[in-house]
Each structure stands twice: as C-alpha cells, then as structure tokens.
C-alpha cells in the first residue's frame, strides 16, 4: 500500500498499520455518533471521539475510519466459539464529515485476544 502511496504522491502523515487478522470487511458504513455495539453486554461503556488531519494540519474530508474491537468475553464477531454474536458487532467504517471529526461508542471491551483459528495476513 505505502508502494501505491508513493506512486500517487501521496507522502508524510502517520504511516499505515496491517489490519491484523482479525480485520473483516464489509462492516456498515455509518455517520455521526455511531454506536458500534449490536447485541447486550454487561459491562461499562466506552466513548471515543477524535480528528483526523493531513499532513498540513487540515481536516481530512470524507475519509473512512474502520473500527472493530472485542466483546467484554474477548471474542470478535466472526471469531466466537458460539458465533451468537450479531456479524459486525463492535465494528464499523464511519464517514468522517468535512471537519474530519468522528465519535463512536461501545460496550468497553475487557480483554483482548487473538484466537488461534484466526485467518493469518500476508
């Protein structure tokens, strides 16, 4: 990707992450304060609010941020041993406006983990 980047002129700004394998797409997309979780889970919240820039310092218009994390039992959505959890549960893409601003929120996560039946990047 940073490749593609390059060969578009696009340089500087905080340097790409893997998704990682617990990355899987198609989540909603969504705008707004975008409340990720799906189904009940007993325990306390979590609120995230922020803003993207580019390099310049200028909101970064229309982007996409993908969001996903694990359940308060340390399971993903498309990874739990029941799979009862609704599919894309914890997880969005949230269009950011013209201000570059987002906010969303959960249930807090309490642990995280990484199955080892998760499919492997690269």
Do not use: C
Not at 9 to 30: K, Q, S
Not at 106 to 118: L, Q
Request: cysteine-free; overall charge negative; aromatic content about 10%.
């Amino acid at each position: 990707m940073e490749g593609k980047d390059a060969e578009a002129g696009l340089t500087g700004g905080t340097p790409r992450t893997i998704e990682g394998p617990l990355y899987v797409a198609g989540a909603p997309l969504e705008e707004g304060d975008v409340n990720l979780t799906k189904d009940a889970d007993d325990t306390g919240s979590l609120y995230m609010r922020g803003r993207i820039t580019g390099p310049d310092g200028e909101p970064f218009k229309d982007a996409v941020l993908h969001v996903w994390h694990a359940n308060s039992h340390s399971w993903y959505s498309h990874f739990g041993p029941t799979r009862e959890q609704t599919p894309f549960n914890n997880a969005a893409r949230i269009k950011l406006g013209a201000d570059g601003k987002y906010s969303f929120h959960s249930k807090m996560p309490n642990e995280y983990s990484v199955p080892r039946a998760a499919p492997r990047t690269r």
